[in-house]
C-alpha cells in the first residue's frame, strides 16, 4: 500500500514545515520519514499531529483486494 500523508497533509492546509513545527521536529528528518520507510511509531506521531488515524494515512485499495507488495498474491477483502 502506498502512503498518502503528502495528500494528507495538503487537505488540512499545512505544510511539510508546518507539521514539523507542529511535531516539533527537524522539516529534513520528517521529510525523510515521509519519503522513506517510516515506523509505526512516526507513523501515529504524524497522524496525532493531523489529527487522523494512522490508516488514513494509506491509499485505500481499489476495489475489494489488495496486492503483497513482496510476492504479488492478491488477497480479498472481507467485511
Not at 507513523?43 to 489488495?66: H, M, N, Y
Amino acid at each position: 500500500m502506498e502512503l498518502r500523508i503528502k495528500d494528507v497533509i495538503k487537505e488540512k492546509g499545512l505544510t511539510i514545515q508546518s507539521l514539523a513545527d507542529k511535531m516539533k521536529i527537524n522539516r529534513v528528518n520528517l521529510s525523510s520519514s515521509i519519503n522513506g520507510n517510516p515506523t509505526i511509531e512516526t507513523l501515529s506521531r504524524i497522524a496525532d499531529a493531523l489529527e487522523v488515524q494512522v490508516s488514513d494515512l494509506f491509499e485505500k485499495p481499489a476495489g475489494d483486494t489488495i496486492t503483497c507488495p513482496k510476492c504479488g498474491t492478491k488477497f480479498r477483502m472481507e467485511e
